[in-house]
């Protein structure tokens, strides 16, 4: 197996398994934290009446059905993932709200059969890929001739305080982490723009364009402390790191976690600065 197929086959294996499921347990939790995110790309995005999108790596479907909204009944969205836990939360919230203009895909972005579309749209869907240039060109292949491309990715760890705040009080607690090699698929793999330049044009795609986006973000999502301490233990990276750790050692990464985020209470909000990037492209 290559490595990328070594990479795509992890990922399968992470979001239908555990971390899929934790995802559609938190689902509410997550989306709250990132409205104001997902409102910036749907504006940033702008999808028309009637257009045909393609949203990949729609998780459990906060953004894709917003687009669903947008596009319209003339329009469609096609929701891509490769996770069927999710797929099956973003679908039942569709038919919960009455949204019929979905169709929810369980395949690899690398490999999907793909219909034409207007409108490639993601929200941190997209860094995870074992090969993204396959990925991406293979996508290309299936753009309309005036079809646009509106990415959100996360901006380095380091401008990230709602998870590097987390993770350094954890430190001290835990086994040096594996850092991977730069730019390698994972939650900050789209952080550098000349690699996803790189990327993208290598993908048949013109040199995309990159907005800074910064926003403060309530990873209690309203409330308070105790959620925000769970929130950071049971999604990212902090998660993957406490697994398999002895209890007393999840209980001192904890504490530590409670101390570094009180400062940042205000009542049942916790906010920490989030930084990201606005991407955007067309085919070349
Ligand atoms: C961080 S989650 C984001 C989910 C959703 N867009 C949101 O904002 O809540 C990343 C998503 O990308 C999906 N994903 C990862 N690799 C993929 C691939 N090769 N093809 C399609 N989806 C993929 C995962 O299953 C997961 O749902």
Redesign the pocket.
Known sequence: MSSAEET?AD??A???GQ??QT?VKR?HH??TT?TP??EALLAFAGAQPGERVL??????????LDLARAVGPEGRVTG????GP??AEGAARAAAAGIANVDWRE????S?ELDEFDLLT?????????DPVA?FSHMRAAASPDARMAL?CWRPLAENPWIEVPMSAVTPHLPPRSKGAPNS?G?FGFAGPDHVTGILTAAGWTAPKFEPLDVALDIAAGNGLDAAVEQSTQIGAVNSWLRGQPDEVAAASVASIRAALEPYADGDHVRLPGAMWLISSTPA
């Not at 949203?55 to 894709?64: N, P, Q, R």
Request: glycine share 14%; net charge negative; charged share 10%.
């Open positions: 795509n990922q399968v992470f979001w239908n971390g899929g995802w689902q997550t989306d990132l995110v997902n949203d990949v790596g729609c998780g459990c479907g906060a953004v894709t891509l993932d490769i996770s999710m797929l395949a690899d972005a690398a999907v993601s929200a941190f869907g997209v860094m995870f890929f074992g990925a959100v698929p939650m």
